[in-house]
T-cell receptor, first 114, second 113 residues
Framework: NAGVTQTPKFQVLKTGQSMTLQCAQD?????MSWYRQDPGMGLRLIHY???????DQGEVPNGYNVSRSTTEDFPLRLLSAAPSQTSVYFC?????????????FGPGTRLTVT | EDQVTQSPEALRLQEGESSSLNCSYT??????LFWYRQDPGKGPEFLFT???AGEEKEKERLKATLTKKESFLHITAPKPEDSATYLC??????????????FGKGTKLSVIP
């Protein structure tokens, strides 16, 4: 099992550019989520999905889009990058059969927007 | 609104010096409280889930306990390899918070040889 994988590990964007952060898991988890982690702020939820075709917003969704066409993949799209989106992004997944989300995290993508 | 407050923000211990980390929470009904460990440059690593007051779980030198308002992570005779940031998170039993975890800002633990 590879667990949760994220690509790329590092990315530098210019303001206004768009990109997609990739996330995949091989544990057949129904629940997947995206967080950003900023110094002094802790982990904040961007978007989450409880299954293929179902997504919803978290605490800080503005400027980000998600889709979930398969159980395995949950990409995060930055529509028009802004310096405020400079952060470390983590994808996580969880078995959701008993509605307790013990989430397993990927290694993260460090994004810098200049 | 669900809230999680961790204290202290940072803790330095001598090797072998036991201590506790605190996680205070406010949630409209608790479905689960989670502890994670995060090493620099890595994603959080799952440690424990606690479900109800009075519950305890142990793993090596770590022991997590839960009351109705807070959780403690006790570290017994820590070693330098226990140095990391420890994160606490809660999941509500109902409402919007039941589909997500709310994290605290973490406690950065440094264990000095």
């Amino acid at each position: 099992n590879a667990g949760v994988t994220q690509t790329p590990k590092f990315q530098v964007l210019k303001t206004g550019q768009s990109m997609t952060l990739q996330c995949a898991q091989d544990m057949n988890h129904e629940y997947m989520s995206w967080y950003r982690q900023d110094p002094g702020m802790g982990l904040r939820l961007i978007h989450y999905s409880v299954g293929a075709g179902i997504t919803d917003q978290g605490e800080v969704p503005n400027g980000y889009n998600v889709s979930r066409s398969t159980t395995e993949d949950f990409p995060l799209r930055l529509l028009s990058a802004a310096p405020s989106q400079t952060s470390v992004y983590f994808c996580a997944s969880s078995y959701s059969g008993e509605l307790v989300y013990e989430q397993y995290f990927g290694p993260g993508t460090r994004l810098t927007v200049t | 609104e669900d809230q999680v407050t961790q204290s202290p923000e940072a803790l330095r211990l001598q090797e072998g010096e036991s201590s506790s980390l605190n996680c205070s929470y406010t949630v409209s009904g608790l479905r689960g409280l989670f502890w994670y460990r995060q090493d620099p440059g890595k994603g959080p690593e799952f440690l424990f889930t606690l479900y109800s007051a009075g519950e305890e779980k142990e793993k090596e030198r770590l022991k997590a306990t839960l009351t109705k308002k807070e959780s403690f992570l006790h570290i017994t005779a820590p070693k330098p390899e226990d140095s990391a940031t420890y994160l606490c998170a809660v999941q509500a039993a109902s409402g919007a918070g039941s589909y997500q975890l709310t994290f605290g800002k973490g406690t950065k633990l440094s264990v000095i040889p």
